[in-house]
């Protein structure tokens, strides 16, 4: 799946080449990283007109027919729309193309600023009332359906977070209405960020699985199209299986584990305790050597079928060297 957003504020000129665009006139506190992994402080951003809200729609539909269409070199997750400019990756023709698109929705980003009324203060059709902040994901949406079936598009929320400076006193009413809205066009997968390890606002009450499950089925009461259910953050094996168990997800995605657990799926399958998390300054790639390193443990279990120490060792540190080679490729 590829996954289109739009950083809105969260953006900056020296990477979008324009001041960022918006809901409306606002600016966050704090600095963003920029070129070179350099800080800035944020920028206010500009309120998007009618015009600006409707090519970048436009965009949105671009992105989404360009990743499900075209064959490309690169399987990257992530198409970034910003302001009126798309970067998709389409420098070489081998095949890599996408089974589908996650329309990006949550942690304050472009389409998140015009849900929440931190963020919109328009007074036109795409600001106000609940069903005018609704208007510019609807018509997203209907724009990414134009191209692409529905059950080949997900859209994700997190009526939970703060990240961003998101979150007010209505927010659960704002994502009832957002995924029911959401779930009405029978998309393929609704993902909320259900849990609370990546901030909460605490402004309104904690949203849950269960409640999202409750507005996908009001939403969306076709039974032969279902709207998948998928939880996101802090959750281990345990949490996410109890989810799923009970009824309330269908999935559950994991994402930071995966960065210091490559080989996650094997860990949980036979019950591998997991590495501990990356520091931050390992997140990127650094500077001069272009790699990363983390050991997979399979590889391990792999190795120690060989009774001679000697070929243990060898096998290891060939598999290692496979493992970091390859790592050193994605870059």
């Known amino acids: 799946m590829c996954q289109l957003w739009h950083m809105g504020r969260q953006g900056h000129s020296d990477m979008m080449g324009v001041t960022p665009p ?27 007109t009618v015009e600006e809200i409707q090519s970048t729609i436009e965009d949105y ?21 910003s302001h009126t400019i798309l970067f998709i990756p389409l420098k070489n023709a081998l095949a890599a193309g996408f089974d589908g698109v996650q329309i990006h929705s949550a942690n304050g980003y ?11 203060l328009r007074t036109d ?19 990414v359906l134009s191209v692409v079936p529905a059950k080949k598009v997900w859209i994700r929320f997190s009526p939970n977070g703060a990240f961003g400076e998101m979150g007010h006193e209505n927010s659960c009413q704002t994502f009832d209405a957002a995924i029911q809205l959401a779930a009405k066009y029978k998309l393929g997968c609704i993902e909320v960020m259900d849990g609370l390890t990546f901030g909460f606002h605490e402004k309104d009450v904690p949203y849950d699985l269960e409640r999202v499950r409750k507005n996908v089925l009001i939403g969306n009461t076709d039974k032969e199209n279902p709207t998948a259910v998928m939880g996101n953050v802090g959750h281990t ?8 168990d009970s ?23 036979q019950g591998i305790e997991l590495a501990p998390p990356p520091e931050y300054e ?44 390859f790592a050193s490729c994605m870059y």
């Open 22 to 48: 918006s809901a409306s006139a606002t600016k966050m506190s704090g600095d963003v990283t920029v070129k070179h992994h350099k800080k800035k402080p944020y920028e206010t951003a500009h309120a998007m």
């Open 61 to 81: 539909k671009k992105a989404a027919e360009v990743c499900t269409k075209t064959k490309h070199l690169l399987y990257l997750s992530i198409a970034t729309i």
């Open 110 to 120: 472009l389409i998140d600023q015009f849900l929440q009324p931190c963020t919109n």
């Open 125 to 143: 059709e795409y600001g106000g009332c609940l069903d005018n902040r609704l208007r510019f994901m609807k018509e997203v949406i209907e724009a």
């Open 237 to 244: 094996l345990e949490s996410a299986n109890k989810e799923i």
């Open 247 to 269: 009824g309330n997800a269908d999935f559950i995605s994991f994402g930071r584990p995966y960065m210091s657990n490559p080989d996650l799926p094997e860990r949980f399958a």
């Open 282 to 325: 390992d997140w990127w790639t650094k500077e001069g050597s272009g790699k990363f390193e983390f050991v997979l443990f399979c590889c391990v279990l792999w190795c120690v079928q060989y009774e001679d120490w000697v070929i243990r060792i060898l096998h290891l540190n060939l598999v290692c060297l496979y493992v970091t080679a």
